[in-house]
């Protein structure tokens, strides 16, 4: 989504992208946290922007940094959920458990 009336790039305090680390995917600068991991935790787990970071021991600002991101690339990062939901149905497919499963 774009600013009305801006045209320059965002830029993202805190967060990184780096190749070789976490695959490229972004991520708060210093940690080998995602973005994808914060906002999962926010909109699948329901944690409220204090509790993920006494829990990641991360700061306000990183936490809040990174929803930001992650509500300006919504379609990119649930991309990364939905492929990596693929991907773990892919390896469940290959190694069947052995155990009888509890119901």
């Known amino acids: 989504m774009a600013l009305r009336g801006y045209n320059g790039a965002v830029e993202y305090p805190y967060i990184v992208q780096t190749p070789g680390t976490c695959g490229g995917a972004p991520r708060l600068d210093g940690h080998r946290i995602r973005v994808s991991h914060i906002a999962a935790c926010s909109e699948k787990a329901g944690w409220s922007p204090e509790e993920i970071a006494q829990n990641f021991e991360l700061t306000l600002a990183e936490v809040h940094a990174?929803?930001?991101?992650?509500?300006?690339?919504?379609?990119?990062?649930?991309?990364?959920?939905?492929?990596?939901?693929?991907?773990?149905?892919e390896i469940k497919k290959l190694f069947p458990p052995r155990l009888p499963q509890i119901a």
Do not use: K, P, S, V
């Open 66 to 89: 990174a929803l930001t991101y992650y509500f300006d690339h919504l379609e990119e990062i649930r991309a990364e959920w939905r492929e990596a939901a693929r991907r773990g149905e």
